[in-house]
Structure formats: C-alpha cells, structure tokens
C-alpha cells in the first residue's frame, strides 16, 4: 500500500527500503521510527526530533543490499530494537525443533496493515506465522500527534493442537547518540542476578552473583553502582538478569543532553529484564572490542540460555491449543536532568 505522503502531523511512508529489505517509516512531530517489516520488524530508528537524537545503537557491520543472513541471528544483527520469540538466547532443541540463537522472529519476513493513517494518529499492525513452532504473532504500533509516546499492543495464539513453551521478549539496544557516561539507569526491584559465566574476557561484575542495582559484587572484590553507565574507554561487558522487579517501568536518562527514555510494560508478562551492558569490552566475535551499546530488554522468562533453561527454571510462557496471550509496552521520551523515580501507565514521568 503506497500512501498519499504529507509532511506535518502524523505520517506513514511504507514505501522505502533498507540495504534492500522492506521497510516503513512512521513519524509525528516529535518522533520517527524506522521499522523493517522484512527483517523481524527491527526498530533500527527511534528519532527524538527536537534534539536530533537517535536511541537505537548501529552496529559497525557493513552489511550490503543482499548480505542479510536469514538463518544466523548474529550475522543478521544490524543493531535497533527487536522482538524475539520463541527462543532468548542460545540454542537449543524443542519438541523436536532445533531453534537457533534468538530465533524465530528477529529473522522472519512479516506483513503489515495500515489501521490509522490521518494527521492526528497513524497505526500500524504486524503480523506473522512462526516457520518452526506454531504460533501466530500480530503487533499494532501506534503514535499520537504531539505525543512523545509510542503504544504497543500484540497477542500471541497458539495454533496448534498441542501446549506450547515460549519466551516472550524485546531486545532494544541504546547507542552512543544518545548513550554516554552521563547517563544514568533507573528501575525499582528488589535483586539483580549476573549470568553464570561471564560473557567476555572482561567483565566487570562476578559470574553467578547477585546484589542491587547500586550495588553489585565485582570481580575485584569491590562493589559496583550498575546505574551509572559507563564510558567506552572501560572496556568491560556483562549480562544480568534483574529477578524481583517491583514496578513495570525502567529509564534511562542523559542528565548532560537532558533527555531520557522509559519503557513501561506488562509486568503479567514481561516479568524481569535482562541489562546487557557493553562498554568496549565485548571482545572477540562477533564484536571484537569494537561496539559501546547497553540494552535493558523486558523478557517474560530468563536466564537468556535458551527455551529449556526458562522450562527448567518454570519461568517460560505456557500456552494452550487455541489461546491466545495478550500484551503492551509503551515507550516515552522525557526531558530531564536528574533520576527517575517513578513511570505510571500513562508514562507521567516523575
């Protein structure tokens, strides 16, 4: 569908492509976003207009019109925001199914609807039918004229005739346009835990340990503050897994830029958060100490082992013959310059 282009107010333009794969950019006074509709719909922009901020972080890969590997989430990854079901994280083999790292949805061509198209909304709707395991996903992105939000809806059904596991997660990664060491994180939970190994050479807090967000165990014996960010020149990378989230939001907030974004959720579903932080020190393939990124990724399940750890562990999804789960995210842009203390579900910000 090729629309009647404006440009003011709310607009679609689902007539581009990106190094050759569909692509659609939807926008409003004060937010664009870049969405691959071929690629998992990838958010590979999230556009703060007033300052000319880009949230998403951009791999160094040079990936050519073509070059896009289909069966490799890895060689595939071009940065942005994704969302990943069934599998988070390694490998593994399910009923039967071999399921690939972060497969399926962040490699699958999905189709799209337009709902809203007018100055004041646009909306779109995302579908797709999984290729190994037999579930079917529909996703409506929505923007609002002058509205620094972005509203998420989706469902998941079960078409089959037999239960089926899942994990259920958003995988956004931050970027030096907007990512630097004046930046600082913010949720509300109770404990975080690390990964049972680390996930580089260099990491900075001890494998298998668990504290808070502003105080964790470090390898050196010291206690680390995890809601500072770090600069580039640390070289150190981690994984963790935050366990007891108390409330359905995180932010992230520059205080120097004085902008910040929150993710507000479904905490029925989206029960933890995983925080991958890479401050330079992601060595080796396939990053090879060249890439400063953090993602803080809402998951319904952890560790990001793959589907049977969530099985073993009784945090993955379960579904019914025929049901269907429903969920929402939102996202806001804020203008601040000190903490979060709070995002309600309206994503008032204080």
């Known amino acids: 569908m090729v629309l009647i282009r404006r440009n003011s107010g709310c607009r679609i333009n689902d007539d581009i492509r990106y190094k050759g794969l569909r692509a659609i950019a939807m926008e409003n006074e004060i937010l664009k976003l870049t969405i691959l ?40 990854y071009i940065g942005g925001w994704q969302e990943i079901i069934p599998n988070g994280g390694s490998p593994c083999v399910y009923k039967g199914v071999s399921l690939g790292l972060h497969e399926e949805t962040p490699l699958l061509s999905w189709d799209h609807s337009i709902v809203e ?40 059904k079960n ?8 994990m259920w997660g958003h995988h956004p990664c931050f970027g030096d346009s907007f990512l630097s060491s004046d930046c600082i994180i913010n949720f509300k939970s109770k404990e975080i835990i690390s990964n049972s190994v680390s996930i580089s050479d260099f990491p900075m807090v001890k494998p298998n340990a668990s504290g808070t967000l502003e105080s964790f165990p470090g390898v050196n014996g010291n206690y680390i503050n995890l809601s500072k960010v770090l600069r580039k020149e640390a070289k150190v990378a981690d994984l963790l897994y935050v366990t007891k989230l108390l409330k359905n939001w995180f932010s992230i907030t520059n205080l120097k830029k004085k ?36 993602a803080i990724e809402p998951w319904s399940s952890y560790p990001g082992l793959g589907l049977l750890e969530a099985i073993k562990n009784k945090t993955s999804l379960k579904i019914s013959p025929g049901k269907v789960i429903n969920s929402w995210l939102k996202v806001v842009v804020f203008k601040r310059d000190s903490k979060v203390n709070n995002i309600d579900d309206n994503c008032i910000v204080t």
């Open 117 to 156: 198209d007018c100055y004041r909304e646009v909306s779109i709707k995302f579908y797709v039918r999984l290729k190994k395991i037999p579930l079917y996903i529909e996703k409506t992105i929505s923007l609002i004229s002058n509205s620094p939000v972005i509203y998420i809806s989706e469902s998941i």
């Open 37 to 76: 509709v071929d690629k998992g719909t990838d958010i590979i922009e999230l556009l703060y207009k007033p300052k000319d901020i880009d949230f998403m972080w951009i791999s160094p890969k040079s990936l050519k019109e073509g070059e896009i590997n289909r069966y490799d989430f890895l060689e595939s």
């Open 159 to 166: 078409t089959c005739s037999e239960e089926i596991d899942f």
């Open 259 to 294: 902008v910040g974004i929150g993710f507000i959720f479904n905490k029925d579903v989206f029960k933890y958060l995983y925080l991958w932080l890479v401050y330079g020190g992601g060595n080796n393939y396939p990053w090879f100490s060249n890439t400063y990124s953090l």
